[in-house]
C-alpha cells in the first residue's frame, strides 16, 4: 500500500511536535509540587530536634493549647486530647499556667470557655487557666500569646500533624517554644487533617514573612502574669 509509509511518517511527526510540549507540561507540574511542598519542607527542617512528647517536654512556664473544634459544645475528641497532654504537663510540673486559645467568634460558639472548664474538671486549678477569645487562626494564637499575653516561653500542645506549623509560627511571633505533638489513630481525620497542612504551610510561610496583626489585638491581659505570679507565691510558701 503505497500510502502507508506517509501515514506512519505523519504520526511520527505528530509524536516528535508532541514531545517539546509533554516536556514543558511535567516540568511544569514538577515545578508547581516543588513549590506546594517547600513549606511544608521548611516546617519539618526548621522544627529540628523541638517536637516530641510529654515525657521529653523541657520545663517552661506556660503550656498554650490550640483549639481543635466542638462536639455539642464539648471539646471534640482531637481537641481532649491536646488538653490531656497539657493537664500531663501541669500535673508533673512540667508547665505553672495554662493559656488556651481558640474561637468565639459567635456567641453560640464558644471553644475557649470549652477548654477551660475541661481542663479545671480535670484538676487544674481554675487560676492556671487563661483563655484567649480569638485564636482564630494559629498564627492569631500565636502572636496574641506574645503579644496581648506577654508569653515569651511555652510548651505548644497539638496533633502531630499540625505541630511543627505551630512551632514555626510561634517561634516566628516571638516564644521560644517545644513542641509536644499529640499521636492519633492514623484515620480519615487524620489523613484529612495532614492534607489540610499541606495549602496550611504556605499560608504559614507568608505570616512568618509577612507578620501581620491578628484580626483582633486589643490591649494587653494580665491573665498569664497573674497566674504565673500565683505560681511563684505558691512555690515560695513551700
Not at 488538653?83 to 459567635?106: F, M
Not at 492556671?128 to 500542645?157: E, K, M, N, P, Q
Not at 511543627?164 to 517554644?177: D, N, P, Q, T, Y
Not at 513542641?179 to 484515620?187: F, L
Amino acid at each position: 500500500m503505497p500510502g502507508l509509509p506517509a501515514r506512519r511518517a505523519a504520526r511520527l511527526g505528530l509524536r516528535l511536535r508532541r514531545r517539546p510540549v509533554q516536556r514543558r507540561l511535567f516540568q511544569l507540574v514538577t515545578v508547581g509540587c516543588v513549590v506546594a511542598l517547600a513549606p511544608s519542607a521548611w516546617l519539618w527542617l526548621a522544627a529540628g530536634d523541638r517536637v516530641g512528647t510529654v515525657a521529653s517536654a523541657p520545663p517552661a512556664p506556660v503550656a498554650v493549647v490550640f483549639g481543635a473544634g466542638l462536639f455539642d459544645g464539648k471539646p471534640s475528641p482531637y481537641l481532649a486530647h491536646r488538653l490531656d497532654a497539657a493537664v500531663e504537663l501541669y500535673g508533673t510540673g512540667k508547665v505553672q499556667a495554662i493559656l488556651v486559645t481558640g474561637d468565639n467568634s459567635r456567641v453560640s460558639y464558644d471553644e475557649t470557655d470549652a477548654m477551660r472548664g475541661y481542663l479545671i474538671e480535670h484538676g487544674v486549678p481554675q487560676a492556671r487557666v487563661v483563655g484567649d477569645y480569638a485564636g482564630f487562626d494559629t498564627w492569631d494564637s500565636c502572636t496574641r500569646a506574645h503579644r496581648i499575653f506577654g508569653v515569651d516561653r511555652a510548651v505548644l500542645v497539638s496533633q502531630d500533624f499540625h505541630v511543627r506549623r505551630a512551632l514555626a509560627l510561634c517561634e516566628a511571633a516571638g516564644i521560644e517554644s517545644y513542641a509536644v505533638g499529640v499521636p492519633e489513630v492514623r484515620d480519615a481525620t487524620w489523613l484529612y487533617g495532614g492534607f489540610r497542612e499541606i495549602p496550611g504551610a504556605g499560608k504559614a510561610a507568608l505570616n512568618a514573612w509577612l507578620r501581620p496583626d491578628p484580626l483582633f489585638l486589643g490591649p494587653s491581659e494580665p491573665g498569664v502574669p497573674r497566674a504565673l505570679a500565683e505560681a511563684g507565691r505558691e512555690q515560695a510558701a513551700r
